[in-house]
């Protein structure tokens, strides 16, 4: 088994969530449907606006998931970071997102 040694940041759309989550649920069968559960919003209040992850994988994963959401990528529904060069901080600054303070 490869090692897993990659691990990326990946923030998406509220709309693309149950998207990603098929996608997810093609490299992690026992829970991938699940992945995209840690809701964002500029407040940090409800309703969330975006969905994210931090996923530690192998690099044939990482390759295969991002393959899997690059259509979500094209059209500006779906972010994916390094996290060797990127932190969570940068990333909410970034977008403007706050993690909410209460969940569905």
Avoid at 64 to 80: H, K, M
Wanted: hydrophobic share 40%.
């Amino acid at each position: 088994m490869a090692g897993r040694d990659q691990e990326v940041l990946v923030l998406i759309e509220a709309s693309a969530q149950n998207a990603a989550n098929v996608q997810a649920k093609r490299i992690d069968t026992l829970g991938g449907e699940n992945t995209f559960r840690a809701g964002l919003s500029p407040t940090g209040n409800l309703p969330a606006t975006h969905y994210w992850c931090n996923w530690l994988m192998s690099a044939e994963d990482k390759g295969s998931f991002i393959n899997f959401l690059d259509a979500l990528v094209r059209t500006n529904r779906a972010w994916i970071y390094d996290r060797a060069t990127t932190t969570p901080q940068q990333v909410l600054a970034q977008h403007g997102l706050q993690p909410l303070r209460a969940f569905p």
